[in-house]
């Protein structure tokens, strides 16, 4: 059965609530660490505590260890997926996600500064080569492009590694990732860490409905944001005659899953700390059902963003931790003014958080910024 026609125009308040749902961010849940990442279609993980918070934030009880575990045991990896930025999956979705997303790494490597270093250069013998190196053991992007420039004189070798991120499914290998720990970013192809072949099929019509089911409802060009993905427009088109069809304030239409969350939008909505790139604030085209585009400036800084937290739903300000000697600190600054209940309940989550991040500190404090 299908939905051919808008039966119902949702308000930013409609969709804030039925996202917060789909994330997990109404009530922590209790549900296995594999369980949430591919129910949020992987976590951005940029830098290595990202998603680590971003589980505390969604699951009851969460301990670090029992995500690095996953990573020691092989059942997560780190690669470059959505927007072809580093994003925490499954074993099980590295494998059938990759190839759906060479697309983006391809159009990413072509557009970037290192693409455009290497036009002219034949790079398919350079690929097979690189998959031989690779199976003699872990190397960073910049081992293996010095490697391969040894075999291609006058090549870029800089350029050469960025390139193998685009044309090979790298997976940084442990202690990149784990809880605690550094390490340089070593890379393995997923098929020689993981023991298994990608996946054949590359079409994007299960990864929209998945999305839909953790983001939803959504237009193509939320779908496109947060995948990267060209052509997502056509993708929802196939789509449409089997998924409900909504509208929002502004008349677009949006699409989703059956019988997916849609919560009354009164909902009461506990605050929560978000990492930075949480996909809850970037998964959208149009995020004002998490941020207002007035406040949208206070969460960047350069070229990235600080780490939010919300009120009643919404972004209301930044959050930090500052650590001297044996002391931590969590830092809250807002960006309007907050209710003495919501200042209560906010500063209770964040010593949570607090307590979770470092542990080890003698003394922890948790103070609001003037």
Known sequence: MGWTTPSERLTVRALNRALLARQWLL????????????HLVGLQAQNTPSPYLALWSRLEGFPPEAL?????????????????TIHLVTARDCLALRPVMQPVLARAHAASPFGKRLVGVDLEPLVAKARALLDEGPLTTSELGA????????????????????????????PRGLWGEGGLPRCATAEAWLGRALAVDAAPDALARRYLAAFGPATAADFQTWSGLPGCAAVFARLR????????ERGRELLDVPRAALPDPETPAPPRL????????????????????????????????????????????????????QRAALVLRPIRRLTARDRAALEEEAEGLLSFLAPDARARDVRFAR
């Open 241 to 248: 005659p089997r998924l409900r069809v909504f509208s929002d």
């Open 68 to 84: 690095s575990r996953l990573f020691t045991g092989r059942r997560v990896v780190r690669l470059a997926l959505h927007r072809s």
């Open 147 to 174: 490697r391969l420039a040894a075999l291609r004189p006058g090549a870029d070798a800089e350029a050469l590694g960025y390139a193998m991120r685009a044309l090979l499914p790298l997976v940084q290998v442990p």
């Open 274 to 325: 978000l990492p930075d790139y949480d996909n809850a604030f970037l998964g959208h085209a149009d995020r004002t059902r998490i941020v207002a585009a007035a406040d949208l400036p206070h969460l960047r800084a350069g070229n990235g963003f600080l780490p939010p937290f919300l009120v009643d739903g919404f972004v209301a300000g930044t959050w930090k931790v500052e650590r001297e000697k």
């Open 27 to 38: 009530g922590r849940v209790r549900r296995g660490v594999p369980a949430a990442i591919e």
